[in-house]
C-alpha cells in the first residue's frame, strides 16, 4: 500500500539542527515506511499511490516522542497536592508513607481492565495532541505479580492505541511498605524478578529513582549491573530533589537518558556528553512541585549534550497529558528555544529511547509516522499554551488515525 500526502509545510527535524523545513512538500509512504519526502515540484514523475490526501498547506511534524511517563495507575494525589500547597514538601509526603506508595495501594488494588482502560484513555489523550511513540514505566506494582501486570499493560495499550511503546522496568521506584527498612533485600528482589519479566518480552529498558528518599547510587549500581546481564539498556532518575551523582553513575553504564536533572552538577554533565547520554528535561514535575532550581540548560547546551522533553506523567509530580504544553514550559521555565523544544519531543526523545534509527525526523527509510497541525508554523507548537488542540490528524506506520 502506497499513499501520498501532498501540500504541506513538513518540519522534518532532519540533520543536526533547524526546522529542516520543506515548504511545499509531499510525503510518500510505503507500507509503514517513508520512500519519497520532498518539495512537490521534485515528485519523480510517474510515481503512483494507491491513496493520496490534500493536506491544504497545513503543518507536519514527525510524530511526537514522549519518552518519559508513568501511564499505568489507578487513582490520584489531588489531596497530596492541596498539603503541598499548604507547604509539605513532596519528599515529606513520601516519608510519611504517602506519595508513590498511596499509588502503589491503588494500582494493586485495581484490576487489569481498570489499569487497562485507564491507561488506554491516557494514551489516546497523548494521540490526539500529536504522539506517536511513549515510554511506559512500570513501578506502581512493586512486587512480580504487578510489575508483570503493569507491564502487559502497556504492551495491551500500544496495540489498542496503535501507537509505538517502549516499556521501561522501574521497580527500583520506591521500597514498599511490606519492605520498610530492609531496601537492600527489596533490591535484591527487584533483581531477582527481571529476567522472567524479560523473558517475556515485557522490558525494553531498565531505570531506577536514585534519590534520597529512594534508593542509594550503590543500590542503582546493582540493579544496573542486572540489566547489563541481559543486554537491556538503562535510564536513570536522577538529580530530581538532590545531586546524588547518579548521573556519572548512569553515564559509566552509557545510560540512554537521565530525567529531570534540577540538581545536575558540572561532573554530571561532562559525564553525560562523554557518554552521548540525552537529557530528559521534565518541566511538568518541575512546576507542579513548584521547583525554583531549574536544569542547567545553558551548560547542557554549551557540552552538546542532547535534550529531550517529556510529560513524564504520574500521579503525584506531573498529572499532565498535555505533551504540546510542555514544549511551551520547557521554553518558558527552563529557556529552551522552541525548534530545541521540538526537536526534544522528536529526534532527541527517539534517541533517549534508542529508536533513533527509525523515529524521531522524517526522511525516506525512516517510520511514517506524523502528525499534521492547524499551524502555519514549527515555532506555533511552543507558543501558545492551551489553545485547543492545534493537532488535525496522526500517522502512524503509514496509516491514519483518528484523532478527534
Ligand atoms: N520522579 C517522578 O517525577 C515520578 N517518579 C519519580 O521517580 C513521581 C512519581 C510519583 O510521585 O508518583
Ligand atoms: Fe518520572
Redesign the pocket.
Known sequence: MRTLWRHARIATLAGPRGWGLVERGALLADGDTIAWLGDEAALPAGLRADEEHELGGALVTPGLIDCHT?LVYAGN?AQEFELRLQGAS?EAIAQAGG??RS?VAATRAASDDELHALALQRALALRAEGVTVVEIKS??GLTPHDEARLLRCARRVGADAGMTVRTTYLAA?AVPLEYEGRADDYVDALIAWLPALHAEGLVDAVDA?C?RI?FSPAQTRRVFDAAQRLNLPVKL?AE?LSDSGGTALAASYRALSCD?LEHLSPTGIAAMAAAGTVAVL?PG?YYHLRDTAPPPVAALRAAGVPMAVAT?H?????PTLAPLLMLNMACALFGLTPEEALRGMTANAARALGLAARHGTLEAGKRCDFAVFALDHPRELAYGFGLGRPCTRVVCGGRALETR
Request: cysteine-free.
Open positions: 508513568h494525589r513532596y506519595g508513590i499509588t513501578g506502581y521506584h529513582f534519590e529512594a532518575h530530581q529531570h521534565l514535575a513524564d504520574n500521579p503525584g509530580s506531573s
